[in-house]
């Protein structure tokens, strides 16, 4: 870049250090507030560059560089020749190159100097002035400086240019006022605490007397303005005194501590009065910070309580916040919170109709209506027709409506509610007869209900290929059905885990090259981004969740297996390596317990392992803990219930349908635990509904889509509805409580294709269920899906998609040769 030469006087000056001092000192309380970024500037020297004349700038995300480097230094390094004010010039011309424009990258430190090289301490040096700077122009070079201060956004430099002090920015102006407010409150609180200026008091209680400033009091409540200037009476004079001998002094301490500081002490012993008082004075600001701390109180005990509070107090935030953990806690709540029985009828049968109560079966609502009538049996039974109306029998066994439902004397003794239930029982009859066990969902009763849980199937390997296909799963119609998600490219072998309502993507493998990329999905937006690069590409890759990070462990990267481990943290952005594992390990599987990692089985490049490891957090160390009963490639782990267990994988000979437990509180032993109805590896696990859920997987000839799920409480397997798509190489995570959850329901997808043909639910789980509704877009994705699922079933085209012309197949393509010969 053509050399920009400019000649400027340099003058020394002398700085007001009581002023510096000052400013230095507002930035450091800033920083400490968490105002101000510290990290990416040196307030001192930001500062001490700006009181000379010029202060240093960042970037604009929106500006091109090529675009305003030239044009930026042109208009701002100009001559500033002659004397000034008969003051003669002392020193030299200097020339102030644009280093930091040609040196994209480069932090803030990195300072231009004016001699054309680059130090990170000496902005002091490339600084030129203007002369006889006044120290007016002192205090506004230093509120310009500030107002470059970006809130909470460490960014990297483009370019660093030097500007007059008199150069109008104006983009952060925030910064310096809420610096400068802290200064502010303090007066606020010294005048008030002295007794300072007061123009106005206000008499409490027990005769408690404040001595306030009306135009303070008044900026924070409309009410006491109003009282102040009389208008409430109708009058022109001002009022210096209000009697409020209602309101217990303590209080109104908190309200006044608001309006001079704009904090108060909000606590479990004062919000019940606080709340409503400052609904009365119209001080909206206490009112927020009420809603704030009762929303972070909310449990099952005393959410129903803070939830009537918030609606007689129009807390509208949170009240609607009240009303989801309601929906999403009820069973808690049920059997926990002596509130529940308080509530009125009309209350309960709110709660009890609303699609999106999170119940995993009907017989829970049913108790529910049971617990509450019997509470108060003889004023409440009139009540009981009604709340049945709120129960939707098709999720109900018929055994337990035989037995409980229709067996309660409140109902045999009440023809009402025998009329109410005669559909019901019809119903239900009819389905206990029915030897495919299908459900009508066309049928009120058996309308789903929207569920807190959704299940997310991402990628995979399928008739040949990766895939991009996304599909998700309602336990609540036991139906699984395509999402839209843009922007996904094909990819197997690759980890999933959830966290903060986010979706993240960890490595695999599209048929050519092994990743180290993380994509990150959000089920609101539907939208996928980029994070952070792994420092290795990792298929096979074992990942978890603790503590807010995320850990993935071994895999291959196209050369070897590997034994490093990285972990990443969301926040920041980043990766960082934590000590490897003992063993190399590809195709294991990880899952976190008790402040620790676990990861089992996998292959090392020459044997299938039956080894396990544990990595404490706490001494930053990989232990060995008993082995397996069986070696496992292509194993799930997870954690369920304070155990470990290990389902399914290939052993070298055949994939396994056995699985294993391991309590590291109870037993060092692995323990066998009832195997699973078809045999799999390289299949997805997840907890839903508190039960194990295995998606998927290979079991030897081809890949599937059944699902069954473990009900640790029976210690059976249950089959649910297959997967739209056979595949295997998939990965999955479960989300709870999405706010947009019932656009991934049920009753999201048959209002969108509106109210179409609907499909049947196998019981059985090992057929394909038709797709609810119909139209051009349905029948589309049906053609692609059946194509795949035709192309998987092909006996030749299975060998081709695990095996040997893929090559992608762990076991398949890396294991020793007897393994391959025996595929």
Same mark, same amino acid.
């Given at each position: 870049?053509?050399?920009?030469? $400019?000649?400027?006087?340099?003058?020394?000056?002398?700085?007001?250090?009581?002023?510096?001092?000052a *400013?230095?000192?507002s930035?450091?309380?800033?920083?400490?507030?968490?105002?101000?970024? @510290?990290?990416n500037?040196?307030?001192?020297?930001?500062?001490?560059?700006?009181?000379?004349?010029?202060?240093?700038?960042?970037?604009?995300?929106?500006?091109?560089?090529?675009?305003?480097?030239?044009?930026?230094?042109?208009?701002?390094?100009?001559?500033?020749?002659?004397?000034?004010?008969?003051? &003669?010039?002392?020193?030299?011309?200097?020339?102030?190159?644009? /280093?930091?424009?040609?040196?994209?990258?480069?932090?803030?430190?990195?300072?231009?100097?004016?001699?054309?090289?680059?130090?990170?301490?000496?902005?002091?040096?490339?600084?030129?002035?203007?002369?006889?700077?006044?120290?007016?122009?002192?205090?506004?070079?230093?509120?310009?400086?500030?107002?470059?201060?970006?809130?909470?956004?460490?960014?990297?430099?483009?370019?660093?240019?030097?500007?007059?002090?008199?150069?109008?920015?104006?983009?952060?102006p925030?910064?310096?006022?809420?610096?400068?407010?802290?200064?502010?409150?303090?007066?606020?609180?010294?005048?008030r605490?002295?007794?300072?200026? @007061? !123009?106005?008091?206000?008499r409490? #209680?027990?005769?408690?007397?404040? &001595?306030?400033?009306? %135009?303070?009091?008044?900026?924070?409540?409309?009410?006491?303005? %109003?009282?102040?200037?009389?208008?409430?009476?109708?009058?022109?004079?001002?009022?210096?005194?209000?009697?409020?001998?209602?309101?217990?002094?303590?209080?109104?301490?908190? =309200?006044?501590?608001?309006?001079?500081?704009?904090?108060?002490?909000?606590?479990?012993?004062?919000?019940?009065?606080?709340?409503?008082? #400052?609904?009365?004075?119209?001080?909206?600001?206490?009112?927020?910070?009420?809603?704030?701390?009762?929303?972070?109180?909310?449990?099952?005990?005393? @959410?129903?309580?803070?939830?009537?509070?918030?609606?007689?107090?129009?807390?509208?935030?949170?009240?609607?916040?009240?009303?989801?953990? +309601?929906?999403?806690?009820?069973?808690? =709540?049920?059997?926990?919170?002596?509130?529940?029985?308080?509530?009125?009828?009309?209350?309960?049968?709110?709660? /009890?109709?609303?699609?999106?109560?999170?119940?995993?079966?009907?017989?829970?609502?049913?108790?529910?209506?049971?617990?509450?009538?019997?509470?108060?049996?003889?004023?409440?039974?009139i009540?009981?027709?009604?709340?049945?109306?709120?129960?939707?029998?098709?999720?109900?066994s018929?055994?337990?409506?035989?037995?409980?439902?229709?067996?309660?004397?409140?109902?045999?003794?009440?023809?009402?509610?025998?009329?109410?239930?005669?559909?019901?029982?019809?119903?239900?009859?009819?389905? !206990?007869?029915?030897?495919?066990?299908?459900?009508?969902?066309?049928?009120?009763?058996?309308?789903?209900?929207?569920?807190?849980?959704?299940?997310?199937?991402?990628?995979?390997?399928?008739?040949?290929?990766?895939?991009?296909?996304?599909?998700?799963?309602d336990?609540?119609?036991?139906?699984?059905?395509?999402?839209?998600?843009?922007?996904?490219?094909?990819?197997?072998?690759?980890? *999933?885990? #959830?966290?903060? !309502?986010? =979706?993240?993507? +960890?490595?695999?493998?599209?048929?050519?090259?092994?990743?180290?990329?993380?994509?990150?999905?959000?089920?609101?937006?539907?939208?996928?981004?980029?994070?952070? @690069?792994?420092?290795?590409?990792?298929?096979?890759?074992?990942?978890?969740?603790?503590?807010?990070k *995320?850990?993935?462990?071994g895999?291959?990267?196209?050369?070897?297996?590997?034994n490093?481990?990285?972990?990443?943290?969301?926040q920041?952005?980043?990766?960082?390596?934590?000590?490897?594992?003992?063993?190399?390990?590809?195709? %294991?599987?990880?899952?976190?317990?008790?402040?620790?990692?676990?990861?089992?089985?996998?292959?090392?490049?020459?044997? +299938?392992?039956?080894?396990?490891?544990?990595?404490?957090?706490? $001494?930053?160390?990989?232990?060995?803990?008993?082995?397996?009963?069986?070696?496992?490639?292509?194993? $799930?782990?997870?954690?369920?219930?304070?155990?470990?267990?290990?389902?399914?994988?290939?052993?070298?000979?055949?994939?396994?349908?056995?699985?294993?437990?391991?309590?590291?509180?109870?037993?060092?032993?692995?323990?066998?635990?009832?195997?699973?109805?078809?045999?799999?590896?390289?299949?997805?696990?997840? +907890?839903?509904? !508190?039960? =194990?859920?295995?998606?998927?997987?290979?079991?030897?000839?081809?890949?599937? #889509?059944?699902?069954?799920?473990?009900?640790?409480?029976?210690?059976?397997?249950?089959d649910?509805?297959?997967?739209?798509?056979?595949?295997?190489?998939?990965?999955?995570?479960?989300?709870s409580?999405?706010?947009?959850?019932r656009?991934?329901?049920?009753?999201?997808?048959?209002?969108?294709?509106?109210?179409?043909?609907?499909?049947?639910a196998?019981?059985?789980?090992?057929?394909? &269920?038709?797709?609810?509704g119909?139209?051009?877009?349905?029948?589309?994705?049906?053609?692609? *899906?059946d194509?795949?699922?035709?192309?998987?079933?092909?006996?030749?085209?299975?060998?081709?998609?695990?095996? %040997?012309?893929?090559?992608?197949?762990?076991?398949?393509?890396?294991?020793?040769?007897?393994?391959?010969?025996?595929?």
């Amino acid at each position: 870049m053509e050399e920009l030469q $400019s000649e400027v006087r340099y003058e020394s000056n002398s700085i007001n250090d009581s002023l510096s001092a000052a *400013i230095e000192r507002s930035i450091e309380l800033g920083v400490k507030s968490g105002k101000l970024e @510290c990290g990416n500037f040196w307030p001192s020297s930001v500062m001490a560059a700006s009181l000379r004349g010029y202060v240093w700038t960042g970037f604009d995300n929106n500006e091109s560089e090529e675009d305003s480097r030239e044009e930026d230094l042109r208009g701002i390094f100009r001559r500033r020749g002659g004397a000034s004010r008969g003051r &003669p010039a002392r020193n030299p011309l200097l020339i102030l190159r644009p /280093l930091l424009s040609s040196l994209p990258g480069r932090r803030l430190g990195s300072r231009p100097r004016a001699d054309g090289q680059l130090r990170q301490d000496d902005a002091q040096e490339a600084i030129v002035a203007q002369s006889n700077i006044t120290r007016r122009r002192f205090r506004t070079a230093a509120v310009l400086a500030l107002k470059q201060c970006k809130r909470k956004q460490a960014a990297r430099v483009r370019k660093c240019v030097c500007l007059p002090s008199n150069y109008a920015l104006v983009e952060f102006p925030i910064v310096w006022s809420e610096l400068r407010t802290v200064r502010t409150i303090n007066e606020r609180f010294t005048f008030r605490a002295n007794r300072q200026l @007061c !123009d106005g008091a206000i008499r409490c #209680a027990k005769d408690e007397f404040f &001595p306030v400033h009306r %135009a303070i009091l008044s900026a924070v409540s409309p009410y006491f303005k %109003a009282l102040f200037t009389n208008s409430l009476k109708g009058g022109k004079s001002e009022t210096t005194e209000v009697v409020i001998d209602s309101v217990p002094s303590e209080i109104f301490a908190l =309200i006044l501590d608001y309006a001079y500081t704009g904090t108060c002490n909000v606590n479990a012993d004062n919000v019940e009065q606080l709340l409503p008082l #400052a609904d009365q004075f119209e001080v909206l600001g206490v009112v927020q910070l009420c809603c704030q701390f009762l929303l972070q109180e909310l449990k099952p005990d005393n @959410c129903l309580g803070i939830f009537k509070f918030a609606r007689h107090y129009f807390c509208r935030d949170l009240e609607e916040k009240g009303r989801r953990y +309601i929906r999403h806690h009820f069973k808690q =709540i049920l059997y926990e919170s002596s509130e529940f029985k308080e509530l009125q009828s009309e209350e309960l049968e709110s709660i /009890l109709e609303d699609d999106e109560l999170n119940v995993k079966n009907e017989e829970i609502v049913f108790e529910a209506v049971k617990t509450w009538v019997e509470y108060k049996v003889e004023e409440r039974k009139i009540h009981v027709a009604k709340l049945l109306e709120c129960i939707r029998y098709g999720s109900m066994s018929y055994n337990y409506f035989a037995d409980n439902v229709l067996n309660w004397k409140l109902i045999r003794e009440d023809e009402t509610c025998q009329r109410t239930l005669q559909s019901a029982k019809a119903y239900l009859t009819e389905q !206990d007869n029915k030897q495919n066990g299908e459900i009508d969902m066309k049928n009120p009763l058996s309308r789903p209900r929207v569920p807190y849980e959704i299940l997310f199937a991402i990628g995979g390997w399928s008739a040949g290929s990766p895939t991009s296909f996304v599909e998700t799963y309602d336990t609540r119609a036991d139906r699984w059905f395509l999402s839209v998600s843009t922007d996904l490219t094909p990819r197997a072998y690759h980890g *999933i885990c #959830a966290l903060n !309502d986010l =979706i993240y993507m +960890i490595g695999g493998f599209d048929g050519n090259e092994h990743f180290n990329t993380v994509r990150c999905f959000d089920p609101v937006t539907k939208e996928w981004r980029e994070r952070a @690069c792994m420092y290795h590409a990792r298929c096979y890759v074992s990942v978890c969740t603790h503590g807010g990070k *995320i850990y993935a462990l071994g895999g291959y990267n196209g050369r070897t297996r590997m034994n490093s481990a990285e972990r990443y943290e969301p926040q920041k952005n980043q990766w960082e390596m934590i000590p490897p594992m003992n063993r190399q390990r590809s195709d %294991a599987s990880a899952a976190a317990l008790r402040n620790k990692i676990y990861i089992v089985g996998g292959f090392n490049g020459q044997e +299938i392992l039956d080894s396990a490891e544990v990595y404490d957090l706490e $001494s930053n160390q990989w232990s060995y803990i008993r082995s397996m009963i069986s070696p496992r490639s292509g194993v $799930s782990l997870v954690a369920f219930r304070d155990s470990l267990y290990a389902l399914g994988g290939f052993n070298g000979f055949i994939r396994l349908s056995s699985g294993e437990r391991y309590s590291p509180n109870n037993s060092e032993d692995w323990q066998e635990v009832t195997e699973m109805f078809s045999p799999r590896s390289n299949f997805a696990t997840v +907890i839903l509904d !508190d039960m =194990i859920f295995v998606v998927g997987g290979f079991n030897g000839t081809t890949t599937i #889509a059944y699902v069954e799920c473990y009900d640790a409480d029976s210690n059976e397997w249950y089959d649910a509805s297959p997967m739209n798509l056979n595949r295997s190489a998939l990965s999955a995570c479960v989300i709870s409580g999405l706010s947009n959850a019932r656009e991934y329901s049920y009753l999201s997808k048959v209002r969108d294709l509106g109210q179409g043909r609907t499909g049947q639910a196998t019981s059985n789980g090992r057929g394909k &269920p038709d797709q609810a509704g119909e139209g051009p877009a349905e029948t589309n994705v049906a053609m692609i *899906i059946d194509e795949a699922v035709g192309m998987d079933a092909a006996g030749p085209i299975d060998g081709m998609a695990e095996g %040997a012309v893929a090559n992608f197949h762990e076991e398949d393509d890396e294991a020793p040769e007897d393994f391959r010969n025996v595929e």
